[in-house]
């Protein structure tokens, strides 16, 4: 389906640390002799392997974080390198041993221990943050430490399988990017329908480690003493699944009438009896390049990005971000290798709007990383939860259909400008309805009872969410972020939420409808948002940047313009 897939923000911070675990028995050191600290003037060493020390006041406490979190920052950029390198497919690579010494760390309940006796007792409320970010990472060290590591080596061989993947159509051999620009580009409806139908071929390669790995990951949420899964992974994003829930149904129902125009627009337009789920990416791009031209042409993709970011007040040509186009088999993927001094990003050569949204995407999640305020402790340095992190890129990548924007970077009318906005919009629309709300929904209602048939939940999640039946067959197991990246979807909404406000935000406190020539974007982003980094939880970001706290109605008024009128102007 179409792209704009998912655009990952590869951190190892808190699932893909769960990822993990062997040789637990070494480290686990329940019967250790405590040690004392701060003995003498050198620096607090944490043995490897050694016994957890002995922490008798808060001084001993920050020497103990302090070296727990270099060490799981080695980790943590070590495996940002292994993981970048297995999405560039070079091989062989470490992924999977980097990922088991990181759950050797995080398994231990030692230190686990230690933790829970401070948590709650410190009067520093940002070592008391980092003590309960460590709660959070340490809840694994309940479960049994085979089965984390046996989750991490689960992820790592699917995502191994999932990059050398080709699908078949029509006898030709093509990635998943290939086939999901079939369904864009084709004018012939039954070369989209062959694409579309081959993904199935992935579902069929995929799904049984899929749900594998969720299972791996209930059985563990379970021993952690959450009551399924969802639960145990949405802590992770301070979500729960009961507010998820209520937040797609609530998603839904109130677009749900621009999706059906959608539907019976395309209908119309295409003169089709009926619309399959083949036809709607292609109606979308017939919208973006009505009239002739092009405006998302891919070469100057990257000179117009760069001009964009020093408009709004960055300076790209001086920060450490390397820009790659590859193709991968989701939409785009970040690696914030070592914030804030270096990150590396793949994003897809795709068709149009989405290249760009994609590419402005990631490079928003590479801002984010090389502006953190170096000083931070290790353990705010892998950045904000993932609703904030998603929401900052997505309040880059808004830019790419941005009307003033379009207006000077491809040079169209204000009236054509305006036109493909609306576009734009549609396109998010359908993007988080159909990749994304219609995908949470599924997994978050999924961990209810793994056991049940996940084929016919998922076409019944398909007829609700995209408004169009699925043919027979398996399909969710093309997503292979259901075993790669538990309870991740779920993030893109709340993100697009936090896009939305925080966008509205800076127009109104600046006057300035056309943010795309603000150069105090960059300094407003940096000191509210990527600066902190996770020092500042995300709920406290937008309240401190907007002055309210997290809501849908900018989202639903920026979608509410989405869908153009009937009488012409704005359809082509
Ligand atoms: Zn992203």
Not at 249 to 277: N, S, W, Y
Not at 503 to 518: F, G, K, T, V, Y
Not at 535 to 563: C, D, F, H, I, N
């Amino acid at each position: 389906m179409r792209a704009r897939p998912l655009r990952r923000f590869a951190a190892l911070a808190p699932k893909a640390a769960r990822a993990v675990a062997a040789a637990a028995a070494l480290l686990l050191g329940l019967t250790a002799v405590a040690v004392p600290l701060g003995a003498d003037s050198a620096p607090f060493h944490l043995a490897l392997g050694g016994p957890a020390p002995k922490v008798a006041n808060v001084a001993e406490l920050r020497a103990f974080l302090d070296e727990l979190e270099a060490q799981e920052f080695m980790v943590y950029e070590a495996s940002a390198l292994e993981g970048y390198y297995q999405w560039r497919g070079r091989e062989p690579h470490f992924v999977a041993p980097f990922a088991r010494f990181g759950n050797d760390l995080r398994n231990r309940r030692d230190y686990a221990a230690l933790i829970e006796r401070w948590r709650g007792h410190v009067p520093d409320s940002t070592l008391a943050l980092r003590l309960e970010l460590h709660h959070r990472a340490f809840l694994q060290s309940r479960a049994d430490p085979q089965l984390v590591i046996a989750l991490g080596d689960a992820q790592n061989a699917l995502q191994d399988s999932v990059n050398a993947f080709h699908y078949r159509v029509r006898g030709e051999a093509k990635t998943l990017t290939a086939v999901t620009e079939t369904m864009v580009n084709q004018s012939d409806r039954g070369l989209r329908r062959d694409a579309f139908l081959a993904l199935s071929q992935g579902a069929e390669a995929h799904t049984a480690a899929i749900v594998h790995c969720m299972e791996l990951n209930d059985r563990i949420g379970r021993e952690e003493g959450f009551r399924n899964g969802a639960e145990a992974g949405l802590v992770f994003t301070s979500l729960t699944r009961e507010q998820v829930l209520r937040d797609l149904d609530a998603f839904e129902r109130g677009t749900r009438p621009i999706m059906l125009a959608l539907v019976a627009r395309a209908q119309r337009d295409l003169k089709i009896d009926r619309v399959e789920p083949w036809d709607l990416d292609y109606w979308m791009h017939l919208q973006e390049t009505a009239g002739g031209d092009d405006a998302w042409p891919r070469a100057p993709g990257l000179e117009r990005m760069t001009a964009l970011m020093k408009d709004l007040g960055f300076q790209p040509d001086s920060l450490p971000i390397d820009t790659r186009v590859w193709d991968v088999p989701t939409g785009g993927i970040t690696f914030p290798i070592r914030p804030p001094f270096e990150a590396r990003l793949l994003t897809n050569p795709f068709t149009g709007s989405n290249f760009y949204e994609t590419l402005f995407h990631e490079y928003g999640h590479s801002l984010n990383a090389v502006l953190t305020d170096a000083h931070l402790s290790p353990i705010f340095l892998l950045g904000d939860e993932t609703p904030m992190s998603e929401g900052l890129a997505e309040c880059l990548g808004h830019f790419a259909y941005d009307a003033h924007w379009l207006e000077r970077a491809a040079h169209v009318s204000p009236d054509k400008a305006r036109r493909l906005e609306q576009v734009g919009r549609l396109q998010l629309l359908l993007w988080l309805r159909r990749s994304i709300a219609l995908n949470a929904w599924f997994e978050v209602t999924a961990y209810g009872n793994l056991h049940a048939n996940l084929d016919s939940l998922y076409a019944v999640a398909y007829r609700r969410f995209v408004c169009v039946e699925l043919p027979p067959g398996r399909f969710f197991g093309y997503r292979d972020l259901f075993g790669t990246g538990p309870l991740y979807f779920q993030s893109y909404l709340y993100a697009n939420m936090i896009a939305t406000q925080l966008r509205e935000a800076m127009r109104a406190q600046w006057q300035s409808p056309d943010l795309s020539r603000e150069p105090r974007v960059a300094g407003w982003l940096t000191r509210f948002m990527f600066a902190p980094g996770g020092s500042v939880p995300w709920p406290e970001k937008v309240r401190r940047a907007t002055g309210s706290p997290l809501g849908t109605a900018a989202l639903t008024r920026y979608l509410a313009g989405a869908m153009p009128s009937r009488d012409g102007r704005s359809s082509p």
